[in-house]
């Protein structure tokens, strides 16, 4: 490779880099304008969710669990 073409390739990727931060301020100046120009939004309250767990079912006891888990033919 000789200087020359070390020093094109240079060049091209100098100007790539350059078309894409050019492109880069562009858009995010027409999105800021956008947001300036449309009013503010508002601020909406985020949902509670129910619970989907009924307080009158526990959950089985480890031990309980574990031994059901060996009686169905799992081994852990």
Known sequence: MSKGD?????TERD???KAVLDNMARL???RL?????EPPRAVTARKVRAKTKTPDKKAPA???WLA???NG???T
């Open 6 to 10: 070390r020093d094109q390739g240079k």
């Open 28 to 30: 995010k100046a027409l």
């Open 68 to 70: 059901s888990q060996q």
């Open 73 to 75: 033919g799992r081994r």
């Open 15 to 17: 100007a790539a880099s």
């Open 62 to 64: 480890l031990s309980e």
């Open 33 to 37: 304008a956008r947001e300036a120009a």
